[in-house]
Nanobody, 120 residues
Framework: QVQLVESGGDLVQTGGSLRLSCAAS????????MGWYRQAPGKERELVAD???????NYVDSVKGRFTISRDNAKNTVALQMNNLKPEDTALYYC??????????????WGQGTQVTVSS
């Protein structure tokens, strides 16, 4: 089984920075896309950023210019550097990974979530 472990969530003031990290372990042949979703109370879960195995990043418009996603394929890790945080960034952030575990064994896996709270 594949497990994703997240860390880095915290309470910060508007304009502050946080760095989220996620490490995947278990039966992994290759991880295709890795990324971060977030969900605030009463709102739908949305994709924040993702990155391909080749290192091509993608961001939701609301975080462009503020967040940076990166990955280390050798370590099966992905990180999200979040700068100039705003109250609207407050949410539970989930790491995900599209994992190939073997022949006909491809699934999306999710972390447990890490809370980011930005005070005004």
């Amino acid at each position: 089984q594949v497990q994703l472990v997240e860390s880095g969530g915290d309470l910060v003031q508007t304009g502050g920075s946080l760095r989220l990290s996620c490490a995947a372990s278990g039966r992994i042949v290759r991880i295709n896309t890795m990324g971060w979703y977030r969900q605030a109370p009463g709102k739908e879960r949305e994709l924040v950023a993702d990155i391909t195995s080749g290192g091509r990043p993608n961001y939701v418009d609301s975080v462009k210019g503020r967040f940076t996603i990166s990955r280390d394929n050798a370590k099966n890790t992905v990180a999200l550097q979040m700068n100039n945080l705003k109250p609207e960034d407050t949410a539970l952030y989930y790491c995900y990974a599209d994992v190939l575990s073997g022949v006909l064994r491809r699934n999306d896996y999710w972390g447990q979530g890490t809370q980011v709270t930005v005070s005004s």
